[in-house]
């Protein structure tokens, strides 16, 4: 399943195409907190728009991401401000679960589009420049 990281001035944009997988997602996770510019994220932007969610992802998994963004939200030491952006209604569902099970003190909020994700995001704070809401990744 393909992915694309887009590094900004103060996040990163993550977006999938295709069928998502959770072995994806672990090595985006990976990929991201290997990168020097991680250290400084303010905000992750992850868009789900063109994306399906594989059948063989289970709750376990789902939790495993929930633990991984703990342990990442740690690393980091100020808030990281979470975005998704999904319609597809399996998608939806592993999103709100993901909500429900995550125990990080980072705000997470779900959205049907990057406009609204990204004026959410531009109430955070530590932004040194806003966001443009018309923006894609």
Known sequence: MPHSIHWEPDGVCVKFTGTVTADEIVRIY????GDPRSDRLKYV???YLGANRCTSMTLTDVK??????HGASYVA?????????????????FLKYFKAVRTSPDPFEIFSTQREAREW???HPRLRRKLQSGKGC
């Open 45 to 47: 932007l992850t868009d």
């Open 77 to 93: 030491g100020a808030p990281v401000w979470r975005a998704a952006v999904a319609t597809d209604p399996s998608i939806c569902d």
């Open 64 to 69: 495993g991401f929930a633990a991984l963004e």
């Open 121 to 123: 995001l531009n109430m």
């Open 30 to 33: 990976e990929a991201m907190s």
